[in-house]
């Protein structure tokens, strides 16, 4: 562990391995002032959701009080969630959070760690505030002065998050009426009625993870959304040929605290060539929660020795299923 991790994690709370792997704690602290961190996001991001997915158990708890057995509740929770696989207002939200964790992911790399690969002029324009905080209109306006990205190419991303954004809505749906008529029948089994637990769901004394008091469900869907498309983000300008121009070799970092895996924790400071055609499936997020990431080196500061063929490495440093591959299709739960 290095001096600026052993200072204490408090000081850059949320820091992925992208942060630690800088050299001095002014580095840091001037990164995490420009670009911020995801916890930042994630944390506004749910503050701005709650109300939406409040809504859906609202929903689920009209849905529940109008049926007359648990049979003909499990058939409207199904049509409910057929309905609000297609909510804009719950997609739209996670869309715009995914959007700028992938954007944030992009402009660390090009902005903190390659600069040389920046256009000067857009290098020496400065926000006043770090990236993850600022309004998602203002985000894209920061994103694209910075031209590292032509307007088609942020379109043909912006399409692509907003698909996901439909295939993480349709999940939650799903996943959110299975959990509903699990605690239903639950319910059920102890003598409560349909009407009695659908009160409690509306007066949120059962909460579907979505509620203020109870936000755990709600939590996830954005932690994870928001980790893997900045994960996504990094991998696309590590992988630009602009910057394996300048720096041909990454390095597996991890976030240095007591909750990294340990298959995680295996990898840390582990160096790949670009041009191994199997580093990719090691690029984080390489599980729920992970916080590690690959930041790129240039060759001279490159000590060949410490270099790894992927296909050399064990098999209990592989990544989570689901996770074994480049991050560049962002993860739903």
């Known amino acids: 562990m290095d001096e600026g991790a052993s200072s204490g994690a408090s000081r850059w709370p949320g820091a992925c391995g992208d942060v630690w792997a800088l050299a001095t704690d002014e580095e840091r602290d001037a990164a995490v002032a420009t670009i911020g961190t995801p916890p930042a996001l994630i944390a506004s991001s749910l503050l701005d959701a709650l109300p939406e997915w409040q809504r859906w ?22 049509l409910w969630a057929k309905r609000a696989a297609d909510d804009e207002a719950i997609a739209g939200g996670i869309y715009s959070a995914a959007m700028q964790g992938d954007m ?62 439909f295939t993480a809505t349709q999940l939650a749906s799903d996943g959110m009426r299975q959990h ?32 203020a008091s109870s936000p755990a469900y709600i939590e996830t869907v954005y932690r994870t959304n928001i980790q893997s ?19 041909p070799y990454v390095e597996y970092r991890t976030a240095q605290d007591s909750r990294v895996r340990s298959s ?51 098999a209990d440093t592989l990544p989570d299923s689901g996770f074994d591959t480049a991050p560049t299709v962002t993860l739903n739960p």
């Open 229 to 247: 498309a900045y994960g996504a983000g990094r991998y696309r300008q590590i992988t630009n040929p602009v910057v394996v121009a300048a720096r």
């Open 57 to 78: 158990q609202d929903e689920i708890a009209t849905t529940i009080a109008n049926s007359t057995t648990i049979q003909d509740a499990a058939a409207n929770l199904g």
């Open 104 to 165: 944030a992911g992009q402009l660390f790399v090009r902005q903190i760690e390659v600069p040389e690969s920046m256009p000067q002029r857009a290098l020496a324009d400065k926000s006043a505030a770090a990236f993850f905080s600022l309004p998602f209109d203002e985000a894209v306006q920061e994103f694209m002065s910075k031209r590292i990205v032509t307007p088609e190419e942020f379109r043909r991303l912006s399409d692509a998050a907003r698909t996901r954004a």
């Open 180 to 211: 509903a008529f699990e605690l239903l029948t639950k319910a059920l089994q102890e003598g409560s009625t349909l009407r009695e637990f659908a009160a409690q769901l509306q007066a949120q004394e059962v909460s579907l993870g979505v509620t």
């Open 264 to 314: 995680h924790a295996a990898l840390d400071g582990v160096i790949f060539e670009q041009s191994d055609p199997n580093w990719q499936r090691y690029a984080p997020p390489n599980g729920y929660n992970c916080r590690c990431e690959v930041v790129t080196l240039r060759a001279r500061d490159v000590d060949r020795s410490r270099v790894v063929a992927s296909s050399d490495l064990p």
